[in-house]
């Protein structure tokens, strides 16, 4: 859990329907960045993903218009197969499973923990707050 969240965003009507976030981790923490939230127009299709940048690589998705892809420090560009299947709701559906298995065998995901859960619920209220008011917050 960072140690404080930084988020601005979108309000209507009271509710916060975007917003970016900066999860915050003190000197020497890792950089890490979000953005989400509910503006397309319709029509948009849902996509979600990622830009994560390394020492010697960056690590690009996009569901539906980038595939997972490598970028290493010598300039090329490599299409990454991971195991589980490439289709943009394949992480969902395999959290579902998780679940349903977990019920099934009566033993908690380590990947969907209660904890787990709570932590996501926290920062998802801490990022609101900060929309809100403008200011950092506390995650405690």
């Known amino acids: 859990m960072p140690g404080s969240v930084f988020s601005t965003g979108v309000v209507a009507d009271n509710v916060v329907s975007y917003l970016t976030t900066q999860y915050l981790y003190g000197p020497g923490g890792p950089a890490i960045t979000c953005s989400s939230g509910a503006l397309a127009q319709k029509g948009r299709p849902f996509v979600h993903g990622y830009e994560i940048y390394l020492e010697k690589a960056t690590l690009v998705y996009e569901s539906g218009t980038c595939p997972l892809t490598l970028y290493t420090e010598d300039g090329k560009a490599e299409q990454v197969q991971l195991g589980g299947g ?8 395999l959290e579902l499973e998780a679940a349903v298995a977990g019920v099934a065998g009566g033993k908690e995901p380590d990947l969907l923990s209660g904890k787990l859960a709570r932590n ?21």
């Open 86 to 93: 490439g289709e943009a709701t394949t992480a969902f559906t």
């Open 120 to 140: 996501a619920l926290v920062l998802c209220h801490k990022e609101c707050e900060s929309v809100q008011t403008g200011r950092a917050v506390v995650v405690e």
